[in-house]
């Protein structure tokens, strides 16, 4: 029978917190989860950023291809595949994505976990990078083609440096994001932060394993929160300037 909060006391609350992390040096199993948990969304963002980024550039350069009444089959096809990615991957759960992950593609979890976080972020990356391309002014890719330069050498040299400014802080926003869509890992086998709770949580009958998690949860997007908003005072003066 799981323990009762009605009474807390200070007594009370030092033995569920020395059962819960002191005792048997269960604290380093908090560790060990949240570096399973970081080097998840880690690796997953890192792999959502190049899928993303890929996905992202096939449907602007079909799109302005179009707009420019100069199509080109390859990335016509590309651009049709890509849209069939993100709308697949947009409009399931994650959860049956792991889960299918797991069953059918993989034997390992955790390997399971970062192919899957990875792919699922990349979708929603790529709408984030399509969308601040989209943000800059259609003006700004006609002057660069006014002074001469090729459709690439413009979005390279014109259009990008712009749209990372739109990009960086929603691109920040997902890898907060991602961090605690990790705590779903554990439905598969990954010793992550939330798994690693759960099972001190069964031994010990106590909650404040859960408890703790979600502080620590809390105090890492309160943090990478703090860099985001400095970030964005960064590129605020930068644009100002």
């Given at each position: 029978?799981?323990?009762?909060?009605?009474?807390?006391?200070?007594?009370?609350?030092?033995?569920?917190?020395?059962?819960?992390?002191?005792?048997?040096?269960?604290?380093q199993?908090?560790?060990a989860?949240?570096?399973?948990?970081?080097?998840?969304?880690?690796?997953?963002?890192?792999?959502?950023?190049?899928?993303?980024?890929?996905?992202?550039?096939?449907r602007?350069?079909?799109?302005?291809?179009?707009?420019?009444?100069?199509?080109?089959?390859?990335?016509?096809?590309?651009?049709?595949?890509?849209?069939?990615?993100?709308?697949?991957?947009?409009?399931?759960?994650?959860?049956?994505?792991?889960?299918?992950?797991?069953?059918?593609?993989?034997?390992?979890?955790?390997?399971?976990?970062?192919?899957?976080?990875?792919?699922?972020?990349?979708?929603y990356?790529?709408?984030?990078?399509?969308?601040?391309?989209?943000?800059?002014?259609?003006?700004?890719?006609?002057?660069?083609?006014?002074?001469?330069?090729?459709?690439?050498?413009?979005l390279?040299?014109?259009?990008?440096?712009?749209?990372v400014?739109?990009?960086?802080?929603?691109?920040?926003?997902?890898?907060?994001?991602?961090?605690?869509?990790?705590?779903?890992?554990?439905?598969?086998?990954?010793?992550?932060?939330?798994k690693?709770?759960?099972?001190?949580?069964?031994?010990?009958?106590?909650?404040?394993?859960?408890?703790?998690?979600?502080?620590?949860?809390?105090?890492?997007?309160?943090?990478l929160?703090?860099?985001?908003?400095?970030?964005?005072?960064?590129?605020?003066?930068?644009?100002?300037?």
């Amino acid at each position: 029978m799981f323990d009762d909060w009605a009474d807390l006391d200070v007594a009370t609350f030092r033995y569920k917190f020395f059962v819960s992390v002191i005792a048997d040096e269960r604290w380093q199993l908090y560790l060990a989860g949240l570096g399973n948990t970081i080097i998840l969304a880690l690796v997953a963002c890192l792999m959502g950023s190049f899928v993303g980024t890929f996905v992202a550039f096939v449907r602007y350069i079909d799109y302005t291809n179009k707009q420019a009444n100069t199509p080109s089959i390859i990335f016509t096809i590309l651009g049709k595949l890509c849209n069939v990615y993100t709308t697949s991957i947009r409009g399931t759960p994650l959860m049956i994505q792991l889960l299918i992950l797991y069953t059918v593609a993989f034997k390992g979890g955790f390997e399971a976990c970062i192919f899957g976080f990875g792919i699922n972020s990349g979708a929603y990356i790529s709408e984030i990078i399509r969308a601040g391309l989209m943000s800059i002014p259609k003006g700004q890719s006609e002057a660069g083609c006014s002074l001469g330069m090729t459709r690439w050498q413009t979005l390279r040299i014109i259009i990008l440096p712009q749209a990372v400014k739109n990009i960086l802080p929603a691109l920040f926003n997902e890898f907060i994001s991602l961090l605690k869509e990790t705590s779903i890992a554990g439905y598969i086998a990954v010793r992550d932060l939330t798994k690693a709770a759960d099972g001190i949580k069964g031994r010990t009958f106590q909650s404040m394993p859960l408890f703790i998690t979600a502080f620590i949860y809390l105090a890492l997007v309160m943090g990478l929160t703090r860099v985001q908003e400095r970030m964005e005072r960064t590129l605020a003066k930068d644009v100002r300037h």
